[in-house]
């Protein structure tokens, strides 16, 4: 199995700073053939079922603010959030899908806070 | 607008089968772009993928709960079951479907429901 390991597990940021969130994959989830990264990023507010808000790394879903951002390739990904605002707080999950047959495995999320 | 949601009992005794269902509304679960899956999240805790079912009837699970995971898919009804066998109080979770765009991201999901085993 891919294990997922986000950094740090909490995080708390002030209101207008920018959040960073680390995931790191066991294996490299780069698919050579076609250069895109298996990765998807969701936020999950409480009492919430968790929302896709990147994908192929780095690939915004449609109506996520353009302060979520994905970067990063291979095995190290980073989830950025370029000013928080106060609806922001969540829990932060990363997840794999490049394992053929599928088993899709995800980070243990990463709970970010207002500071 | 697509929508998920599932249905099921609240409370399953020990050792006995859980059995949820998915409707699909807003949109139908015989397209050829989407699989459909179950997730859990154990209370306070994280995501644990069960298993993904294609129209077709194809399906992956995670090898963790394979001997105890069937599901199945009914496109007459828009629907998708779970059905987890000799559960324990380990099996107690939310249980979310979701949609799958192709075998890659979940880009859909259903609300949720909770299930508590307990005798």
């Known amino acids: 199995d891919i294990v997922m390991t986000q950094s740090p597990d909490s995080l708390a940021v002030s209101l207008g700073e920018r959040a960073t969130i680390n995931c790191k994959s066991s294996?490299?989830?780069?698919?050579?053939?076609?250069?895109?990264?298996?990765l998807a990023w969701y936020q999950q507010k409480p009492g919430q079922p968790p929302k896709l808000l990147i994908y192929?790394?780095?690939t915004r879903e449609s109506g996520v603010p353009d302060r979520f951002s994905g970067s990063g390739s291979g095995t190290d990904f980073t989830l950025t959030i370029s000013s928080l605002q106060a609806e922001d707080v969540a829990v932060y999950y990363c997840?794999?899908?490049?394992?053929?047959?599928?088993?899709?495995?995800f980070g243990q999320g990463t709970k970010l806070e207002i500071k | 607008q697509l929508q998920l949601q599932e249905s099921g009992p609240g409370l399953v005794k020990p050792s006995e089968t859980l059995s949820l269902t998915c409707t699909v509304s807003?949109?139908?679960?015989?397209?050829?772009?989407?699989?459909w899956g179950w997730i859990r999240q154990p209370p306070g805790k994280g995501l644990e993928w069960i298993g993904s079912?294609?129209?077709?009837?194809?399906?992956y699970y995670n090898p963790s709960l394979k001997s105890r995971v069937t599901i199945s898919v009914d496109t007459s009804k828009n629907q998708f079951s779970l059905k987890l066998s000799s559960v324990t109080a380990a099996d107690t979770a939310v249980y979310y479907c979701?949609?799958?765009?192709?075998?890659?991201?979940?880009?859909?999901w259903g609300k949720g429901t909770t299930v508590t085993v307990s005798s």
């Open positions: 979701a949609r799958l765009y192709e075998t890659y991201y979940m880009d859909v």
């Open positions: 807003g949109g139908s679960i015989s397209s050829s772009s989407y699989y």
């Open positions: 079912i294609y129209y077709s009837g194809s399906t």
């Open positions: 294996q490299s989830v780069l698919y050579s053939s076609n250069n895109k990264n298996y």
């Open positions: 192929w790394a780095s």
């Open positions: 997840q794999q899908y490049y394992s053929t047959p599928p088993l899709y495995t």
